[in-house]
């Protein structure tokens, strides 16, 4: 996959709000399948269809125990995504506080009379 | 007074992306800000190193626009362009944007309300196919994209909440 690729099923993973709920349930730890689907109003096969979209994308893995299979979340998929998130909204944050900046020049030239624009 | 951590970042659908930010200042002036060359140098830049050395803007209906990034450190260029489908001063402006490299292009529609002398302005980013978008996400400036990216932050924010 390709980082593009990668940082697609990331966000397609993180597109809905019970895979959300489970990731940050397993932010606090590894949880069964059985944990996992005890408060949401589902089935565990419809848990199971989630958490398998989860560890396609790489966010979760499964351990190998048969019986229980805990799940446990993944750090590092969610970091470039995060980092990525942080340079796209830092790039956009910056730049419209510079147009603040521009904007209350424009204001105060607005303000003051007999002055004309640049 | 800082306006910053009020951007708020959206996808209406799969192909577009949509920001919001609200100004302390009246439409008129942030529009004049948007289309004024001397002006957009001044704020549209992108990460730290990088300047706008051109910036051409031929603000009619079917006029062009031409921005080009410079980084000196990284020896970097990069340049971006379109033409304007619709221009209501001081409320809208509709363009197509194609980045140098990337096929494909986007429609970017900025629209700005004004309530109290604060302006809100929205910029939705709608790109013709899956892989226009995925190219403007490799681009050298990683500007542009899509899928939802508020959608992650709230859920590290409900994980932090979560894990005490």
């Given at each position: 996959?390709?980082?593009?690729?990668?940082?697609?099923?990331?966000?397609?993973?993180?597109?809905?709000?019970?895979?959300?709920?489970?990731?940050?349930?397993?932010?606090?730890?590894?949880?069964?399948?059985?944990?996992?689907?005890?408060?949401?109003?589902?089935?565990?096969?419809?848990?199971?269809?989630?958490?398998?979209?989860?560890?396609?994308?790489?966010?979760?893995?499964?351990?190998r125990d048969a019986q229980r299979r805990p799940c446990r979340i993944e750090a590092q998929p969610l970091a470039e995504a995060d980092a990525w998130l942080a340079r796209y909204r830092?790039?956009?944050?910056?730049?419209?506080?510079?147009?603040?900046?521009?904007?209350?020049?424009?204001?105060?030239?607005?303000?003051?009379?007999?002055?004309?624009?640049? | 007074?800082?306006?910053?951590?009020?951007?708020?970042?959206?996808?209406?659908?799969?192909?577009?992306?949509?920001?919001?930010?609200?100004f302390d200042a009246p439409r008129a002036l942030v529009f004049e800000a948007l289309t004024t060359p001397e002006l957009v140098q001044r704020w549209l830049l992108g990460p730290p190193?990088?300047?706008?050395?051109?910036?051409?803007?031929?603000?009619?209906?079917?006029?062009?626009?031409?921005?080009?990034?410079?980084?000196?450190?990284?020896?970097?260029?990069?340049?971006?362009?379109?033409?304007?489908?619709?221009?209501?001063?001081?409320?809208?402006?509709?363009?197509?944007?194609?980045?140098?490299?990337?096929?494909?292009?986007?429609?970017?529609?900025?629209?700005?309300?004004?309530?109290?002398?604060?302006?809100?302005?929205?910029?939705?980013?709608?790109?013709?196919?899956?892989?226009?978008?995925?190219?403007?996400?490799?681009?050298?400036?990683?500007?542009?994209?899509?899928?939802?990216?508020?959608?992650?932050?709230e859920l590290l924010a409900s994980a932090a909440v979560r894990k005490d």
């Amino acid at each position: 996959m390709t980082p593009s690729d990668r940082l697609d099923a990331t966000f397609a993973a993180l597109a809905d709000p019970t895979r959300r709920a489970i990731l940050a349930r397993l932010a606090t730890g590894e949880a069964s399948v059985t944990e996992l689907a005890e408060p949401f109003a589902m089935s565990q096969p419809a848990i199971s269809k989630h958490l398998k979209v989860l560890e396609r994308a790489g966010l979760i893995t499964r351990g190998r125990d048969a019986q229980r299979r805990p799940c446990r979340i993944e750090a590092q998929p969610l970091a470039e995504a995060d980092a990525w998130l942080a340079r796209y909204r830092q790039l956009w944050e910056s730049n419209f506080q510079r147009l603040d900046g521009v904007l209350e020049e424009l204001k105060a030239r607005a303000t003051k009379p007999g002055r004309r624009k640049r | 007074m800082s306006n910053s951590g009020n951007l708020q970042v959206t996808t209406p659908s799969d192909r577009e992306i949509a920001m919001t930010r609200v100004f302390d200042a009246p439409r008129a002036l942030v529009f004049e800000a948007l289309t004024t060359p001397e002006l957009v140098q001044r704020w549209l830049l992108g990460p730290p190193g990088w300047t706008m050395p051109h910036c051409q803007i031929d603000l009619k209906v079917g006029g062009a626009y031409r921005y080009v990034w410079r980084n000196d450190e990284k020896g970097m260029e990069f340049g971006t362009g379109g033409e304007f489908r619709e221009i209501l001063p001081p409320k809208r402006i509709v363009h197509t944007e194609r980045m140098d490299g990337a096929p494909g292009e986007a429609l970017n529609t900025t629209s700005l309300t004004e309530q109290g002398g604060r302006t809100t302005l929205t910029l939705t980013m709608l790109f013709d196919s899956k892989e226009a978008r995925d190219a403007t996400l490799q681009t050298g400036m990683e500007k542009g994209v899509a899928i939802s990216y508020d959608r992650l932050a709230e859920l590290l924010a409900s994980a932090a909440v979560r894990k005490d």
